[in-house]
């Protein structure tokens, strides 16, 4: 379930989107950030919302898992173009060059 019906949800079972944000202390900007899909919903808060929503325990447990899938989806693109950059650095060459060492860190050659 998207961020944007579980506030729906909660704001009717809470009487507000404004008595959603108190209750999970967060501002109503951030809530609105989170409808409007312009900010992440982090999925403890998707949590928050879905007990708001009064949703069952499969169904809450399922939109967690969605929004952890969501996030770790953009954190493996992430170090997918980390990798990249990486290695478009180590194929300059030159002084200060980035390489992968055997250990996985990062040192200067």
Do not use: H, N, Y
């Amino acid at each position: 379930m998207e961020p944007k019906d579980l506030i729906e949800r909660a704001a009717r079972t809470c009487g507000s989107k404004s008595a959603v944000a108190r209750a999970i202390g967060v501002t109503p900007q951030r809530v609105w950030e989170w409808e409007t899909g312009s900010r992440g919903c982090p999925p403890d808060r998707i949590d928050q919302l879905a007990e708001l929503a009064e949703l069952p325990m499969e169904s809450r447990v399922r939109a967690v898992w969605e929004a952890v899938r969501k996030a770790a989806g953009k954190t493996l693109a992430a170090l997918a173009l980390g990798a990249v950059a990486i290695t478009l650095v180590s194929s300059l060459g030159g002084p200060g060059a980035l390489s992968v060492a055997g250990s996985g860190l990062f040192r200067r050659r």
